[in-house]
């Protein structure tokens, strides 16, 4: 299908939120580009407006709606259609349509059918109910997701799509659907397709990459094979075994040994793990429904320690969930303590509309207290990550380069394979998107300096 009209053509798109968002406005684009629309780089200069939203955390859900505020005059001037794709709730939907704020919707399993919307739209047609009847198998493994040329490097592939954990502050069940993982083959084709294309890097993704599962039917011995994420990682790393290889996110409750042993057996396999923890106290973990305790969580750090050694580990800790008392405070602050994270992702609980927490729960830690507690980990978890960058002091690491640095253009930035950002000075000989051994010399919180050893 072609764009019927010259009226809305030209499209623009802006991420709010996570990694699964940057991946999906690949696969949106593509998806407008096939059926003959165009990518426009300035926002002044577009027909169609589409803002790619996350309702995970408040923040990106206030940052939306400052957004589409000091738009609204570029719409009323240019008629200007706009569209909100990927998590939003049920709540912010109805807010924006009564406030004449946005034309349409599109949840992450619609995709696909954004060029008819606008073609409803473009036609003043009203789209029928029908129209966006249930398909909880979409996961866009037939569609290549739109490469930017500038930044042809590192690359995110979701392998998953939506989440069968229910955790009680958690939107995604809702916003995204059930599970579903993406066919082993197309996701093997597609990394070699981006290694034959100069990537070196690639981030696999999914709200819970752990329980990534796909059964392929074998029709000549009537036997069905199951591919799990230990068995897809061993085919990439020996599939493509020049590229990088990542992944995120990871939870506790699904992480099998397996994986473990075959990060420890790739070498292109990078050694880092997002570890989500949430809470250090069990009573908390219980009301979130996080299906772990604390003491299986250290278990498993332990595991990966064992196995990999190298292996860095980040986390996500959320502080002043609903019931969270000092003491289950404290018994995160200890937790922290014992682990000693590389580094972390933290933020105060907000209840987000539509969650089991929000209909539920009692969100009765005050605001102040949110806020302490929040500073105390922040705080905290910098002391760690200082801890973990001194060891790599004097070691050699391999980098992956990819870019010059924004704060001395002397420099060049790039990642060791535990994802920690080094910086070094630049040298003639070497380009983006090269490999290099960096001695590390010095480090902040959260760089590591070096020089190529
Ligand atoms: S594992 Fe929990 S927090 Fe993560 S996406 Fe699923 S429901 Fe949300």
Redesign the pocket.
């Given at each position: 299908m072609k764009s019927k009209n010259n009226l809305y053509k030209y499209f623009y798109i802006e991420n709010y939120g996570c990694q699964m968002n940057v991946s999906d406005s690949e696969i949106i684009t593509s998806i407008l580009l096939n059926h003959g629309f165009f990518l426009s780089e300035k926002i002044e200069t577009t027909d169609i407006v589409l803002l790619n939203a996350c309702s995970?955390r408040e923040k990106a859900e206030l940052s939306l709606t400052r957004k589409l505020e000091q738009l609204k005059f570029l719409k009323k001037k240019n008629k200007i259609l706009f569209g909100i794709t990927g998590c939003f709730s049920k709540k912010l939907k109805e807010f924006f349509l009564k406030e004449k704020k946005v034309d349409f919707f599109v949840e992450p399993d619609f995709y696909k059918k954004i060029p008819n919307i606008i073609q409803y739209i473009s036609n003043d047609k009203i789209i029928p109910p029908s129209f966006f009847s249930k398909n909880r198998k979409e996961t866009y493994e037939d569609i290549i997701p739109f490469s930017d040329n500038k930044k042809k490097i590192t690359k995110f592939l979701s392998i998953t799509r939506g989440?069968?954990?229910?955790?009680t502050?958690?939107?995604?069940?809702f916003t995204?659907g059930r599970e579903k993982s993406s066919n082993p083959y197309s996701i093997i084709k597609e990394c070699k397709r981006l290694y034959k294309i100069g990537y070196k890097e690639i981030t696999l993704l999914g709200?819970?990459v752990d329980s990534y599962q796909y059964i392929i039917k074998n029709k000549s011995i009537k036997k069905d094979m199951m591919v799990k994420f230990s068995d897809l990682l061993s085919l990439l790393a020996t599939e493509v075994p020049f590229m990088r290889i990542r992944f995120s996110?990871s939870?506790p409750?699904d992480m099998s040994e397996s994986v473990l042993n075959v990060i420890s057996k790739y070498p292109n396999i990078c050694k880092h793990i997002h570890l989500?923890v949430?809470s250090g106290s069990n009573k908390i973990l219980k009301l979130m429904?996080?299906k772990y305790s604390r003491e299986k969580y250290i278990n498993l750090i332990e595991k990966i320690r064992n196995i990999i050694p190298e292996c860095s580990i980040s986390h996500d800790i959320m502080t002043g969930f609903c019931g969270e008392n000092e003491k289950d405070h404290q018994d995160t602050i200890s937790l922290m303590n014992e682990i000693k994270y590389n580094y972390g992702y933290m933020f105060s609980y907000s209840p987000r509309p539509g969650t089991f927490s929000y209909k539920k729960l009692k969100d009765d830690v005050p605001k102040h207290i949110k806020k302490e507690r929040l500073k105390e980990i922040i705080d905290l978890q910098r002391e760690h990550s200082l801890f973990r960058m001194k060891e790599f002091i004097g070691k050699t690491q391999e980098i992956l380069i990819e870019g010059i640095s924004k704060r001395n253009n002397k420099n060049w930035y790039g990642r060791n394979t535990q994802n920690i950002i080094v910086v070094f000075p630049k040298k003639n000989f070497l380009s983006i998107g090269d490999t290099i051994n960096v001695k590390i010399l010095n480090n902040t919180s959260a760089t590591l300096i070096g020089e190529i050893d």
């Open positions: 995970i989440c069968n954990n229910m955790c502050f958690c939107i995604v069940p995204r709200q819970n996110t939870n409750h989500p949430q429904n996080r």
